[in-house]
């Protein structure tokens, strides 16, 4: 038999494969890093972006709220617990009849009604929006009469929907003084 000597060979084999090893060893961290790098700069990128519309929004709320005359209250998608106000952009006078009567409004709705706008007329404040029944509708114009005993509250509207879970299209006035 003839003795051949495969040791140099293998060894030759078996450096080949460690090379071959920390190259794709150096490659994969080389992707995952460019990976990781990528999406550093984009989620910074991103945050920018939010931080300057932020500051611009910050920006116009101190311009509104600096001039009394033109103040706007603006309460957008605010769902906190069972009160759902969807959006309210009125301007406020000068005898905080309007604010006094957003604020209970906010406290005081009930979870089956939702508001659709709050608008200051001559002779008062109209609120108009929808509701699951008329009894919570009925009920909550009560309440405010309760409330705001000194005006005339009247439920001037109730139209049935068919479509949907809030069916019920409603429109409540709080008048003058009695």
């Given at each position: 038999?003839?003795?051949i000597?495969l040791?140099?060979?293998r060894?030759i084999?078996?450096?080949?494969k460690?090379k071959q090893f920390?190259l ?8 995952s890093?460019?990976l990781c790098?990528?999406?550093?700069l984009?989620?910074?990128n991103e945050?920018?972006?939010?931080q300057k519309?932020i ?5 116009k709320i ?5 001039s009394p005359?033109?103040h706007f ?5 605010s769902?906190?617990?069972?009160k ?12 905080n ?5 957003l ?6 709705i009930?979870?089956d009604?939702?508001?659709?706008s709050v608008d200051?007329?001559?002779d008062?404040v109209?609120l108009?929006?929808r509701?699951m029944?008329?009894?919570?509708v009925v009920?909550?114009a009560?309440n405010l009469e ?12 109730f139209?049935?929907?068919e479509?949907?879970?809030f069916?019920i299209?409603?429109?409540i006035s709080l008048?003058?003084?009695?």
């Open positions: 038999m003839i003795n000597n040791l140099p060979w060894e084999e078996q450096k080949k460690i920390l794709q060893l150096c490659i994969a961290f080389l992707v890093f460019l790098l990528f999406f550093y984009n989620l910074k945050i920018f972006f939010y519309k500051i611009s929004l910050e920006r101190s311009v509104e709220n600096s005359n033109s209250m603006k309460i957008i998608s769902t906190t617990g069972a759902k106000i969807d959006i309210l952009e009125t301007k406020m006078d000068e005898n009849f309007l604010l006094n009567t604020f209970f409004v906010g406290e005081n009930p979870s009604i939702y508001l659709n200051k007329k001559e008062g109209q108009s929006g509701a029944s008329q009894e919570s009920l909550f009560k309760k409330n705001f005993s000194h005006k005339k509250v009247s439920l001037s509207e139209t049935t929907i479509e949907g879970k069916n299209a409603f429109m008048g003058a003084n009695r």
